[in-house]
């Protein structure tokens, strides 16, 4: 770090109680800064909503989609920036993964069939990143949906892809989605399973009790038994003290 960066991290700092001005974040920004210091700028940037996409926008025109830019782009939150990602999103035959986890929480927006398309991809960092997508799709998708777009994903051999897919599945309701986490209670890792047991102990409702009754007698691996039998105590002990609640 040098003098200059040190005079701007100073500036930065003082913003806690009195925030740089707009044209001063644009004046200071600049490719030749260390990644730290372009990252706290363009998120100053960022939480500026209209006034700081014009800027970031302007600053991607003449410095090119540097990844902090990307990532101030996702955080203002304007329908603008949301279509400038858009348009970007695919390089050639790639999905840029940048830009996908700058849309995490436009989520919604993006149609079903990209998701798909998204969640396809076979690299780990992408298949997360369209995960997070989907936490703020799923709520316009019906079971039988979420259930086939997570298909691929429940059988993943990376951990963190199919932990990612449960919690989501959690979320949700119904005899379909408590077969389809117990499943990777029956046949997936250590991690997975564990995982898997708990989000059907955080349903609480009558089909994951009976799911959890049946894992627990059907499981025949001890230590996911014995998981097993602790989430179906926990459901039985949530279960009645909300009856007591509600007398």
Not at 68 to 75: R, S, T
Not at 157 to 164: G, K, Q, Y
Not at 223 to 238: C, F, G, I, P
Request: proline share 3%; hydrophobic share 40%; aromatic share 4%.
């Amino acid at each position: 770090m040098n003098s200059h960066e040190d005079l701007i991290w100073e500036q930065l700092n003082k913003s806690k109680k009195n925030r740089p001005t707009p044209q001063w974040l644009a004046n200071t920004y600049s490719p030749e800064l260390s990644n730290d210091l372009r990252m706290a700028l363009a998120e100053e940037l960022g939480q500026l909503s209209q006034e700081g996409w014009i800027i970031i926008k302007t600053l991607i025109d003449t410095h090119g989609p540097q990844v902090d830019l990307i990532h101030a782009a996702g955080l203002c939150h304007q329908a603008a920036a949301r279509e400038w990602l858009m348009h970007h999103l695919e390089e050639g035959d790639q999905f840029n993964i940048h830009i996908l986890k700058a849309l995490a929480c436009w989520g919604a927006f993006l149609p079903k069939e990209l998701l798909v398309q998204i969640l396809g991809e076979p690299e780990e960092a992408t298949r997360l990143a369209g995960l997070e997508l989907l936490k703020f799709k799923a709520h316009q998708l019906n079971n039988s949906d979420l259930l086939k777009i997570t298909k691929e994903i429940l059988t993943d051999i990376r951990d963190p892809v199919v932990i990612a897919a449960i919690r989501i599945l959690q979320r949700r309701e119904g005899v379909d989605i408590c077969n389809r986490i117990a499943e990777v209670a029956k046949n997936g890792s250590d991690s997975t399973a564990k995982v898997a047991l708990m989000a059907l102990g955080s349903i609480a409702t009558s089909d994951s009790e009976a799911t959890l009754i049946m894992l627990c007698k059907n499981l025949t691996i001890e230590s996911r038994r014995d998981l097993a039998r602790k989430q179906l105590e926990h459901h039985h002990r949530t279960s009645s003290m909300s009856r007591k609640d509600n007398h």
